[in-house]
């Protein structure tokens, strides 16, 4: 699998299975905060985080580890990880993006096109969804995460008869309003978890950072 069909496949997963974050609106104070937390997001002028992805696939799971920083409107850098080996880097300056698979020493070369959008977390993509029709709020409480106490949310189908059976557990940093963490489950199966860390906004964003200095002996590929 090359480093852009891996990159799609892992979006597509993300896409399809955290569907569902943006269905509050049993509880006013969640609804709420649910709503500052996207808004807050939306102003957000440069961001730097840790994105940990895990995919419950049969009986195995693999964790892959997402180093993000973006600034608007169009530069970001985006590391994905497993364990200590690097997968691939995707660098953009707003203009050009590089992407590098380090396993081929090969870097990709093309324009950025305008239809792109930011690598932002995915909750907050779909905290804009207004799929409240589908989902409800089942159950809501504080607790401890890790040492940070937040908001868990317990969401799940409004309909008991159809087909989709996930529910899905968020929690949300109630004073910084930052995603902590998200699990998705299905008939009681784990289907994937997203967890933050290092979770910095607006911090002083160096335009290097975005700019890629191509390995003196990797191959290039303009695509």
């Not at 943006?22 to 937390?37: N, R, S």
């Not at 690598?119 to 993509?125: K, Q, T």
């Not at 799929?131 to 969401?155: C, D």
Request: glycine content about 4%; charged content about 25%.
């Amino acid at each position: 699998m090359t480093t852009q069909q891996r990159y799609q496949f892992v979006v597509v997963i993300v896409l399809l299975g955290l569907v569902c974050s943006g269905c509050l609106e049993t509880d006013v104070d969640v609804d709420t905060l649910l709503q500052k937390a996207a808004e807050k997001q939306a102003n957000v002028e440069s961001l730097a985080y840790i994105e940990k992805l895990t995919l419950y696939i049969g009986n195995e799971t693999e964790t892959i580890e997402y180093d993000v920083l973006l600034k608007k409107p169009d530069k970001f850098r985006r590391i994905e990880k497993s364990g200590s080996f690097i997968r691939s880097e995707v660098t953009s300056n707003g203009d050009i993006v590089w992407i590098y698979d380090p396993e081929k020493n090969i870097v990709f070369i093309r324009n950025l096109t305008s239809s792109e959008k930011l690598p932002e977390p995915a909750i907050y993509v779909l905290l804009n969804d207004n799929i409240s029709e589908k989902y409800m709020v089942i159950g809501q409480e504080m607790e401890s995460h890790y040492s940070t106490s937040a908001y868990k949310i317990e969401l799940a189908s409004r309909e008991s008869d159809n087909e989709d059976t996930r529910e899905y557990l968020l929690w949300i940093d109630p004073d910084g309003l930052i995603p902590l963490k998200l699990e998705s489950w299905d008939k009681g199966n784990p289907v994937l978890t997203l967890e933050y860390r290092d979770y910095s906004i607006n911090y002083t964003a160096d335009d290097s950072d975005f700019t890629f200095t191509i390995p003196d002996d990797a191959s290039v590929m303009y695509i």
